[in-house]
């Protein structure tokens, strides 16, 4: 399994600074894989809805921007502080 999370926006966000945080289940010890893998489980990635985009007006409000690749599926979810 593979995670990406990506965070944009904010106080004090500079798109070059930000980088993409990746974690692959393969590369870890195979006690951490395991509970990488229940926590996802746990929250039913695949199954969450997007949550709605509202338009708020503020400087320091986040993206958040979650990806996950298992056995060849892919799923996206993008939630906000609003």
């Not at 593979?2 to 500079?14: D, L, N, P, Q, T």
């Not at 945080?21 to 229940?38: C, G, W």
């Not at 990806?67 to 939630?79: A, C, F, Q, R």
């Amino acid at each position: 399994m593979k995670i990406a999370f990506k965070v944009e926006g904010g106080f004090g966000f500079f798109p070059g600074l930000n980088k993409k945080l990746e974690l692959d289940t393969d590369k870890l010890p195979s006690e951490e894989a395991e509970k990488v893998i229940r926590m996802v489980a746990a929250i039913d990635f695949k199954n969450r809805t997007q949550e709605k985009e509202e338009t708020k007006i503020g400087a320091d409000l986040k993206k958040y921007k979650i990806e996950i690749e298992d056995n060849g599926k892919h799923s996206k979810l993008n939630v906000s502080d609003n």
